[in-house]
Nanobody, 125 residues
């Protein structure tokens, strides 16, 4: 299984970015996928996760109303996007894409099995 993130960068506060993650070699019919972030000196937190079974999405409180998670599926390949709007300096972090073979996996990093290497998002004030 490989996860490759893209779309990070430097942006001014109030702007938008769209992160994408290509998940290949992923043979599971039911799964959970999500975005996590880690700022320097802080623990990794679940930003948004989605279940393949019913599309139920989770958002951490600080991003509700600003971020939208979505996914596109093909045979053995999944692409997950995170549309980030109204970005704030506190959104600055290394953003990771993750996947797990259990669709009901909670949006907590401990539970996720497969990880990308991350893409940096920096929001300037």
């Amino acid at each position: 299984v490989q996860l490759v993130e893209s779309g990070g960068g430097l942006i001014q506060a109030g702007g938008s970015l769209r992160l994408s993650c290509l998940i290949s070699g992923f043979p599971f019919d039911n799964y959970a996928i999500g975005w996590f972030r880690q700022a320097p000196g802080k623990e990794r937190e679940g930003v948004s996760c989605i279940s393949s079974t019913d599309g139920t999405a989770y958002y951490t409180d600080s991003v509700k109303g600003r971020f939208i998670i979505s996914s596109d599926n093909a045979r053995n390949t999944v692409t997950v996007h995170l549309q980030m709007n109204s970005l704030k300096p506190e959104d600055t972090a290394l953003y990771y894409c993750a996947a797990d073979r259990v669709a009901t996996t909670p949006c907590r990093s401990f539970w996720y099995e497969f990880w990308g290497k991350g893409t940096q998002v920096t929001v300037s004030s």
